[in-house]
């Protein structure tokens, strides 16, 4: 069984900064990427940013230069910068990770933290 728990999430006023963490754990071969999508209600779910095992990395055009994405494989855990946040970028957002096992190669989620830009 994988699990990826989130956190970091808050009340933040705009040109704000928040500091988003992701943790897998469980049964894990290798972590093949991971990244992070947002969703506000009533739209669908929007991707945000990936980083991948060699290092590779890529952000949505929305939040390009203002958040930036870092793993520590170590510690299986992906860390999400967001600076310079708008209203816009108010949203529950997801981590996610495509991960190996003994058993298969899938995608998991979390189960998303709340990011609210407000003054």
């Known amino acids: 069984q994988v699990q990826l728990v989130e956190s970091g999430g808050g009340l933040v006023q705009p040109g704000g900064s928040l500091r988003l963490s992701c943790a897998a754990s469980?049964?894990?071969?290798?972590?093949?990427?991971m990244g992070w999508y947002r969703q506000v209600p009533g739209k669908q779910r929007e991707w945000v940013a990936v980083?991948?095992?060699?290092?590779?990395?890529n952000y949505a055009d929305s939040v390009k230069g203002r958040f930036t994405i870092s793993r520590d494989n170590a510690k299986n855990t992906v860390y999400l910068q967001m600076n310079s946040l708008n209203l816009e970028d108010t949203a529950v957002y997801y981590c996610n990770a495509q991960i190996g096992t003994m058993y298969s190669r899938r995608d998991y989620w979390g189960q998303g933290t709340q990011v609210t830009v407000s003054s």
């Open positions: 469980g049964s894990i071969s290798t972590i093949y990427a």
């Open positions: 980083i991948r095992s060699g290092g590779y990395r």
